[in-house]
């Protein structure tokens, strides 16, 4: 095997310029990859803040459904009631 080699100057010229586009454009690339991760959890984040704050809303809501369900047939057995007292009292 020779201990020496050649090259053509243009060719190793051209191909050393080809290398560097590439490794410029690679260093883009990881560079866009690394804000559109940053981006990434950024936005996980804030999906799970907006999941939190839905539950919590959900919640309110099922809440006071129930309490005004409660309120309704309170209001309800006390008008029947009244009724009831009522017609007793028009009765006699």
């Known amino acids: 095997m020779p201990d020496r080699i050649t090259l053509d100057r ?3 010229e051209s191909f050393l310029a080809d290398n560097q586009t590439l490794v ?3 260093q883009q690339l990881m560079k866009r990859i ?5 981006a990434n959890r950024q936005l996980s984040a804030e ?3 907006s999941k939190s704050k839905i539950q ?3 919640s309110t ?3 006071n459904a129930r309490e005004a369900d409660d309120t309704i047939r ?3 057995e006390t008008m029947t009631r009244i009724i009831q007292e009522a017609d ?3 009765s006699a």
Request: glycine share 0%; hydrophobic share 35%; net charge neutral.
């Open 88 to 90: 007793k009292r028009l």
């Open 10 to 12: 243009k060719e190793f």
């Open 34 to 38: 690394d804000e559109l991760e940053k």
């Open 74 to 76: 309170k209001a309800r």
């Open 56 to 58: 919590s809303i959900e």
């Open 61 to 63: 809501i099922v809440s």
């Open 47 to 49: 999906l799970q803040a």
């Open 24 to 26: 410029d454009n690679s």
